[in-house]
Each structure stands twice: as C-alpha cells, then as structure tokens.
C-alpha cells in the first residue's frame, strides 16, 4: 500500500515538474521567457515550448496585436493665432520588438500605453502652435497628422528605442474650449436669425407686392368686364327703345291703351291691394271713364 502511495505521490511530482517547465505562447502574444531577472529567450512563434521550473526560469507575455490608444485628457492647446482648441484623437500601434520594450518602457502595455499619450501629446502641441484654426479643419489637418506620426516615430525609434510601431495617427474632433464654444454658437445663432429675419421680410415685401398686383388685376378685369356690361346693356336698352318706338309709332292710341294697361297690372299686383282716388278727375283712370273709344278705330 505505501508503495503505491509512493508512486502515486512521484508521478504527481512529475506532472507538477512538467507544468511548471512547459508553456504554450498564444498567436496573439510574445512570450517572454526570464532567468533570474534577465531576459533569458522571446517567443515570437505560437506553440508549446519549455523552459526550467521556477525559480530558475519564469515566463511572462506581452500582446502583439495592432493596439487602440485614445485621448484621455481634454486640456485645451493654443493654435498659432493663440485660439485655445480642444482635440481628441487616436493611435494605432503595436509591440514590435519585446526585448527593447521591456528594457525600455515596461512590462506590460499599460505603461507603454501612459508614456506613448505623452509623447504623442506634445508632438500635438508642438504642430498646433505652428497652424491656425482655419488650417486645423481644412485639408492640411492630413499633413498635421502626418508630422505628428513623423514626431512620434522619431521619438520611440531614438537611442533607446521603445521597440513599438505606430501605424496610424488621427484627428478625431476639433473643437474650441467650452467658453470659447458658446460664444461661438451665440454669434451663429444671431447670424442665423439675421438672415431668417431679412428673408422674411424680404417674402413678407414680395408677398404684398404680388398681392397688391393681383388686386389691382382683378379691379382692372372687373372695370374692364362692368364697362363691357353696361355697353351692351346700354346697346340692348337703345335697340328695345327703338324697336318699342317703332312698334308703338305704328298706332299711337293702342301703344298708350298698352301701357295703361301695363300701369293697371303693375298696381294691383296682390288682392288685397287698395287704391282710393277719384275716378272722375284722375288721368289714371281715364281708359275706364272712356270706355272702349279711348283705343280708337283700327287703323285703314
């Protein structure tokens, strides 16, 4: 039974001995393999590798991948015109060469990271103080990013080189600094409201100025048309007159016996009208106090 414990006990030894001595380095990762503190071997290859059980050997990794650094601070920069702006911006970079990494920045990505935003800070501070606002939000914003980067690599690939890679640069936002920004937007406002005040009253004009050309348009068609009217009203008054004088020229008596008899008609329209004159001395009655010889013979 002891014996069996024993070999139990030795093979778990081993297979302790065994992990501590193997590792496996990921494709997204350096491994970074120490011998007392020193760098001992980097593995740049993924797959399972060995080394000596701690403590003689240790091992630790560091990521390779295409890493994001964004702004962290928004201290506002003086531009040349002494403008203070705001930037945000970005860098994609990556651990090239661990060995001069880690003797040089750090252990980890983290303080690579804090010191890379420092650096690439100042290279913004140094471009921006040379440009102006108006050359910040123009096309020349490619060739401040640009010497930025040129800076930056300068900077890291020095006498003691970090062993990072910067790919990439960029300018996220420009803005002015909060004070600075609200005035800003005052003034665009009042310049807006400016110009929504001078096109309405520019409309407002040009309305009563149509308004005004339409009625004068519809006063001259109706002259127009009440002129027309009367005309041939007036034409067609002339013509009934003749053709009534005509007719009635062709025998007198019965043209007057007509119209008295029009007269009748017209005054008692209704039954219950009344009328009390005296017949007798009355010109309105004179065809009944004549009789039938107010109409007269027929004439031959």
């Not at 020193?38 to 091992?59: A, H, M, R, S």
């Not at 201290?75 to 040349?80: G, I, K, Q, S, W």
């Not at 690599?153 to 803005?175: N, Q, S």
């Amino acid at each position: 039974m002891n014996r069996i414990g024993l070999i139990v006990s030795s093979l778990l030894v081993l297979l302790v001995l065994a992990s501590s001595t193997l590792f496996v380095v990921d494709q997204r990762q350096f491994g970074v393999v120490y011998a007392l503190g020193q760098i001992k071997d980097v593995i740049t290859e993924p797959g399972l590798n060995w080394k000596l059980p701690p403590p003689f050997q240790n091992v630790t990794y560091i990521d390779k991948r295409l890493l994001t650094l964004d702004s962290a601070d928004a201290e506002p920069m003086l531009t040349a015109e002494k403008q203070r702006v705001v930037i945000d911006w970005y860098v994609r970079w990556r651990i090239s060469e661990p060995t001069d990494y880690i003797r040089n920045v750090g252990l980890d990505e983290t303080t690579g990271a804090r010191q890379l935003s420092r650096v690439v800070r100042n290279a913004f501070q140094e471009s921006i103080n040379k440009r102006t606002v108006k050359e910040l939000l123009s096309l020349k914003r490619e060739a401040l990013m640009a010497d930025v980067k040129a800076e930056v690599l300068a900077k890291v690939r020095g006498d003691k080189p970090w062993g990072v890679d910067v790919v990439d640069v960029r300018i996220t936002r420009v803005d002015y600094v909060e004070a600075i920004t609200e005035s800003v937007y005052r003034r665009m406002e009042a310049e807006r409201k400016r110009v929504a005040n001078e096109l309405r009253s520019t409309g407002a004009a040009e309305g009563e100025k149509i308004r005004a050309d339409a009625d004068r348009q519809r006063e001259v068609t109706i002259a127009n048309a009440y002129r027309d009217a009367q005309k041939i009203k007036g034409e067609g008054d002339a013509e009934a007159a003749r053709i009534y004088a005509d007719a009635f020229n062709r025998d007198p008596q019965f043209a007057q016996f007509y119209r008295s008899l029009e007269a009748y008609k017209n005054s008692f329209t209704n039954k219950s009208d009344m009328m009390v004159v005296d017949p007798s001395s009355s010109e309105f009655f004179k065809i009944f106090r004549g009789g039938g010889s107010a109409v007269g013979a027929p004439k031959k």
